[in-house]
């Protein structure tokens, strides 16, 4: 699979707006944890290997172990290993990636305000989206690990 496009050189307007939402993201007041949760099991379920690899590389550097980044993808099963809070985190994440199947319910909603304000719902969904559209860029163009999207 060969990379397509130079994404920076061909939509340079729409790779700031990506910027800006990663940028809006790093300061939003919300766990480091949490955000590289959402972006590793987001990158999973979209099959995106380069953000895979990037963010577990993040994760890693910021103090996530490498028993919880393996056991990402069982979550719910891996009892003691992640919090409710992360839970329900990683819950929204499934829900919002698989906006298809039937969107973020209400019981996860309900969930989430026992933890999170509105405000910081609000920017978890959005950091939801943002890592799911890196990873839409990065599948449609077909960057390899190690390329780089500039």
Known sequence: MQKRFNFKEV?????????GLEMYISKAPISKTSKELIKIRA??????????NIHTQDAINSGETNQR???LNAWREAEGIFTEEEKIVLAITEEITLIHQNGLSDDTYSTALQFFSETQIADIITAIITINLWNRVVLSTHLQIGQSLA
């Not at 939509?11 to 910027?19: H, S």
Request: net charge positive; hydrophobic share 55%.
């Open 11 to 19: 939509a340079p307007n729409a790779l700031k707006v990506l910027v």
């Open 43 to 52: 990158s999973q379920i979209n099959g995106c290997a380069y953000c895979i």
């Open 69 to 71: 980044i393996f056991l």
